[in-house]
């Protein structure tokens, strides 16, 4: 028997020394970094009681906690039940789609913290925190669940943990080219998280490629139970998702609009979705796969754009055409990926956050590129696209301009990123399953 | 081997061409109509900016977003994960009744925005949306899902798209008469979503009768596994049923006692539903149906009074009988109903539902007939009930005539639309299941 | 066949009459209490349209509602999903954890809103309640869930009601020592909820010991399926956890910091639990036990200072101490204290709420004797501890020595309340379950 398994030999998957290595040395490695550089915002610090009164500002309630607390959580929830349940749907993978999602999730905030303090809140010498680092930090690791979806399965924990300090530092990188120097807008993260995320993890897994991965065939689907787990974290990211695109937006009508168009979005997806499903299999029955999946595109699709003027109407067409885009992708994308790309990408993430995060960052380009002073008044169109400072002459087609670079770049760094992460998870040091153990839970929970 | 089923021939139940149709053809009408009419209110659109300065508005947090979005994202969960998960009882109907629900709640929820958005919102020619008519169609939807707990396992999705396209527009109507005609207040519409839901949908159902549906009885009790699903939704229901009733009353105090009212009636009808359960059972065992549904009736039932002055202890006595009265009704109604009434009520919506909405209108009514200027005070009576402009000159008693008012119209509108709605999908062109496969997924999905 | 169980003889668990008679009896008590002692707070009452004059209240969104509601509303969802389905890892007791602890909790935040009301919102013979009394009536019922989870699966409905009545009595009572007495700060409760609601019901479950719980041992443990059903409950509290903490701060900057304090307490938990946890096991296989449980002391240990300026890193190492701790309890301390000291502790609540219940009394002792000025501001300091009116005088090192005696105040009532109790449920009239019915909802539930 011959046995062609790229790394040749049994695997050790046996975690007890070095997962808590791990998991111990960096957990001190961010309390000490913590120590140093993380302090709490003025309005997360009790001198706020004094600093109000010299603000001016007449009312806790202009405390930004109230303006995005309860965005906060919502998208907190996106990132721990979302992906953790929609994860779940392989029949013997529940506890490593929840539980290393949890692991990887948990580690990431804190790095994602400390980075992008270190780009963007960094004040003499001191990183200040408050509610919008807490959910940018839950964003940037986003985009690393995400790419877990690409190589769920495949992995040991140890692989998910560097993968994660590795992708959460590039992702740094990347919304600091595109936020900072292109000054580009993406408060969803069409670019920063889905095209990055889904780029990144899709690099990976053809740098992991495992040409023998049929032998644990059998463990790849799902049963009706996992299906029904799994909806829960359809429908929470579904559900929570206005959220997601509004929560780091300005003040007011910017929130308020983001919310809305998410909204219609999703909507429009959800019926395509079904009626692509449908269309695309002989008996006309509806796949699970793509209800769980691709009635989420719309809301990845308008991730820049929601907070423009993109309107109600704008938004419901973006999420029709991505819930076709994306159903016809699972249909007939995946399986050529797979046999002629060899990209083996387990939830299909292509479908979810790939196309629909390039179509987001063209959609916010466009819409952005259009904007008039007519659509948005003088004043909202300074505020929408922060036409401010060293950006006053802006003009919204030379934003259009930014905006479509901000795409390049960021697949730039995705495929760079993640061919250099998949190189380094390639390496025999890190216990990841044999190819017929994959999509197994047995090999590093006790069942 | 006689098969007397009413519509005597094998059924067809393939989707392919028909269920892609509708969706898409009917999205595309969404699109046309969002586009000719839908556009962002004052407070989501970019000319916020300038308008703020024009209305005097000192704060962006004066925006009608941070009083409302909380308490959409709690209804928005309701209706999606509370009213699917409910409905997934039933042992072999998970993907149907989550997936379903999903589908006809998106396209209601763009239909609603219309329809209600003609009666409601429409100025200058266009539909002005904000957060508020996100949470209006997420109701006009809930009374859809009410209606499908009726007919749940007996349908094709095309069925639940045509419902969805009727019932919502009726629902608007509805809502028109009694809000605008009759000056109505129904904030947690135990009149306009509870009452003419579940009306609507017991006369469906009873126009859609089966004869011999005892040939899916198999399929039609939950498995363990089932009942814990279900326990989700309606902990969701229970918990956020404070938000519901809430999420679009006045804001500051009726917000605020809206939620305090509902908390406590929700409460005291969980032990009353646990005390009858047990008692109207031989053995003395609880029940999960009960349970799962009897504890939400307490919320139903002041969805016309929580934002009055109803007070804790009024919301208690409506939660306690509420919960004797839905428990009742499962144990005793839902059979006679069956066999005498041929009204085949899958979800038992009668007991959660209809008995508690009507009760919910009566509380509703009693309480604005009694409320006083000693209670309210002068200037909170006058905001309770919007006595103003034309209804300057109302009084309380007269207003509770009014309500009574409401009750009886929504009832005749939902028996006449159930009647109407019943008698179209009853068509033989919709590929609605055969007896002996409902309540079955395996009909319109891949399992 | 010899019957050594402790009560000799056969069972009687029949419960048709017994608690159908307490719901209602109860009920109908809470109803009275209600009538003659609930009201609701001004910011509720209809009067505030006229009362917001008076007082000078410029916008309705200073209503506290808006301060608190989103909170309170992830408060509710830890108390009946998050404890609900995290018990629900018995794999024959879903039921039972979901359904008993929805119970239980219903007629507790009743009866907390009577108790902890007349200790604290009592003003000319009533008690006026808002937002502000929701949370703490959930809060209060959170440690009752605490110990119910000692002694599930062993205990019938009526004992559980019972243990509810008077541990919500002893917990307003050892609030009003600390809180009012003590003048101590302990917003998230590490002393008020989980300390007192650990100890209780370990002392409970000592004083319940059942020799004989092996016959029911098979029943004990979990299966693939209720452990991911207890997934749902460990991430809603986790993920709610920086509400909880926050939820009853002063508005500002103190509910800002307690999000984050709560925050990074428990991400760095999830990787001790996750070290400790392979570290522990000879094949180095992660226990989902521990993920389910140990990953959320992180948020039980700053739940008195996280509104403190614990700072972030300063959670960090909170959190890195007790995902250690707890996951040591469950490998070593709970079979020691089970076989030694014969405490049956059903979810081990002694590791994921007593030791770092206690740890976060140490902590917020601590964390309050250290405070100074430079760290808070002058007028922070004050407004953080409230050293006003008779406590302007106490420093933040006799603050310290007040927060130390609360915790030993709380451990006494707890000790001294648990074995009234645990006493009072062990008289033979209950209808508890025999020993090999423990763990399985046959006993109770129609299955």
């Not at 997806?269 to 009626?275: E, F, I, M, N, Q």
């Amino acid at each position: 028997m011959e046995r062609p398994r790229h790394q040749g030999m049994a695997k050790n998957t046996y975690m007890r020394w070095r997962l808590p290595l791990v998991c111990l040395l960096w957990e001190v490695a961010m309390i000490i970094l913590f120590g140093v550089f993380v302090r709490f915002s003025p309005e997360a610090d009790a001198h706020w009681e004094e600093e109000k009164q010299t603000m001016n500002v007449t009312s806790d309630i202009e405390n930004d906690f109230y303006f995005r607390y309860p965005s906060f959580q919502d998208v907190h929830v996106m990132i721990f039940v979302g992906f953790g349940f929609l994860m779940m749907f392989l029949k013997r993978y529940g506890f490593g789609a929840v539980g290393f999602n949890f692991l990887l999730a948990a580690f990431g905030i804190q790095w994602a913290i400390l980075m992008q303090g270190w780009f963007h809140s960094f004040e003499t010498g001191k990183i200040l925190i408050g509610v919008e680092n807490l959910i940018n930090a839950d964003f940037c690791v986003g985009s690393v669940c995400i790419a877990f979806g690409a190589i769920l399965g495949k992995t040991s924990p140890i692989q998910l943990l560097v993968m994660t300090l590795l992708q959460v530092t590039l992702f740094a990188v990347n919304e600091y080219i595109l936020l900072n120097l292109l000054h580009v807008k993406d408060a969803g993260g069409s670019m920063t998280i889905h095209t990055f995320g889904a780029y990144f993890g899709l690099t990976m897994t053809l740098i992991l490629h495992r040409p023998n991965l049929e032998q644990s065939k059998d463990k790849q689907g799902s049963v009706y139970h996992s299906d029904l787990f799994a909806m829960i974290g359809t429908l929470y990211l579904w559900m929570y998702w206005p959220s997601f695109n509004s929560a780091i937006s300005e003040h007011g009508d910017a929130q308020h609009r983001a919310a809305i168009n998410t909204y219609c979005s999703l909507a429009a997806c959800v019926l395509t979705t079904v009626a692509f499903s449908s269309m695309l299999q002989k008996k006309g029955k509806l796949d699970m796969v793509h209800i769980q999946n691709a009635t989420l595109a719309g809301g990845v699709a308008v991730g820049t754009s929601a907070e423009m003027m993109l309107t109600p109407y704008g938004s419901l067409i973006v999420g029709f055409i991505c819930g076709i885009v994306s159903t016809v992708g699972y249909v007939y994308l995946t399986p050529v990926l797979e046999s002629r790309l060899h990209i083996q990408d387990t939830c299909g993430i292509h479908n979810l956050h790939g196309m629909p995060g390039l179509i987001g960052g063209i959609v916010g380009a466009i819409t952005a590129a259009a904007a008039t002073e007519d659509v948005y008044g003088k004043e909202g169109l300074i505020k929408a696209f922060d036409f401010t400072g060293s950006y006053k002459t802006r003009t919204p087609s030379v934003q259009g301009g930014f905006q479509a670079a901000g795409i390049v770049v960021s697949l730039v760094m995705a495929f760079a990123g993640g061919a250099l992460v998949g190189g380094i998870l390639k390496l025999p040091i890190w216990g990841d399953p044999a190819d017929e153990t994959c999509f197994e839970d047995d090999v590093y929970w006790e069942v």
